[in-house]
């Protein structure tokens, strides 16, 4: 119901731009968002964005982090510029269902 492509390897200062397609019935519900999960550690929100376009960011990410959507596609995108290594993490797509829906995650690995 939600698959996320465009992870790879980087180099650092480099960018990715992420995609997760989502189920209409999923994608209409509203909220999309991108949460990540690096090695050894708890998975963190990265940004969200709601069906009308509203916008919000962890302040780590703002200014390097784009998240946008295409209703008609059903598609969020995640934008990402100045990629460090710290940004090393498995990226999965989440919608606020109830009970939220993930995708399976895709791998962005970036080398210093």
């Known amino acids: 119901q939600l698959q996320a492509f465009g992870g790879g390897l980087v180099q650092g200062g480099g960018s990715l731009r992420l995609s997760c397609a989502a189920s209409?019935?999923?994608?209409?519900?509203?909220?999309m968002g991108w949460y990540r999960q690096a090695p050894g550690k708890q998975r963190e929100l990265v940004a969200t964005?709601?069906?009308?376009?509203?916008?919000r960011y962890v302040d780590s990410m703002k200014g390097r982090f784009t998240i946008s959507r295409d209703n008609a596609r059903a598609t969020v995108f995640l934008q990402m510029n100045s990629l460090q290594p710290e940004d090393t993490a498995v990226y999965y797509c989440?919608?606020?269902?109830?009970?939220?829906?993930w995708g399976q995650g895709t791998l962005v690995t970036v080398s210093s």
């Open positions: 989440n919608a606020a269902t109830v009970p939220p829906s």
């Open positions: 209409e019935s999923i994608f209409n519900i509203g909220t």
């Open positions: 964005i709601t069906r009308a376009g509203i916008t």
